[in-house]
């Protein structure tokens, strides 16, 4: 990705970013985290990357927290949010501030449900955009408060990849709904994570320590990948 990239780390940077992602209709979304190399250890969110037509943005949670205006662009059932395992990525998110997940296309599954091999993000970018992805900063502190350029473009190019790749799909009519399609399973399961499982509650609160991936039986993890939709 070769296009502009806006690092959000302020509140004052915030409002005017979230105003323009207001007006998209199509987002590439993607996080990253601080790597973890203990076992048990564990590292919420860092960024959040948001891909639009024209600029990708990246929050850095780690200095923004995750304010409600940001959480409205994720549960908005207008704006459709395109990445590659997202139910996971989701779940982080809700433990940092409660929302309800609308409108997300996890475009390994679209992929899969069509007998498409290759369900990453680098295999579907090299199948269907006929490009290669660096794999270069997986072991990036992504905490830290200034980035290099090098470690920026390669977190834009996963969200702004996310974009492309959800357009490539659907050319090949592997989305038949133009609007995308959210992820119900995953919306309940979010659902019950803020409110404890009781029914009729609006979320108020994610606990911190509610069901992080690592702790989950994959078995569980791969059902909840296959109910998306």
């Known amino acids: 990705y070769g296009g ?3 690092v959000v780390h302020t509140r004052d940077e915030m409002l005017p970013a979230v105003d323009r992602l207001r007006r998209e209709t199509l987002l590439g979304f993607d996080i990253e985290k601080r790597p973890a190399f203990r076992k048990g250890e ?4 860092a960024i959040l990357q948001l891909a639009g037509r024209d600029a990708v943005y990246i929050f850095q949670l780690r200095y923004l927290g995750f304010p409600e205006e940001l ?5 908005s059932p207008r704006i459709i949010k395109a990445g590659v395992a997202v139910n ?5 998110l809700v433990e940092l501030g409660a929302f309800t997940p609308r409108n997300f296309v996890d475009l390994g599954y679209c992929a899969e449900r069509h007998g498409i ?18 794999k270069g900063s997986r072991l990036t502190n992504w905490e830290r408060p200034h980035l290099p350029p090098a470690e920026l473009s390669y977190a834009a190019t996963d969200a702004w990849l996310g974009r492309q790749l959800y357009e490539a799909l659907k050319k090949h009519g592997c989305i038949k709904d133009s609007r995308g399609r959210s992820l119900k399973g ?8 803020v409110t404890g499982g009781r029914k009729g509650q609006e979320p108020l609160h994610a606990p911190l320590h509610a069901s992080r ?10 059902a909840l990948s296959r109910r998306a939709e």
């Open 4 to 6: 502009p990239i806006h």
């Open 42 to 45: 564990y590292h919420p969110p």
């Open 71 to 75: 959480a409205d662009i994720l549960a």
């Open 88 to 92: 996971r990525d989701i779940q982080e």
């Open 117 to 134: 091999q290759h369900h990453g993000l680098r295999g579907l970018a090299a199948l269907l955009l006929a490009g290669r992805v660096s």
């Open 186 to 193: 995953l919306m309940r399961k979010c659902l019950r994570l």
């Open 213 to 222: 991936p690592h702790h989950r039986p994959r078995g569980r993890r791969r």
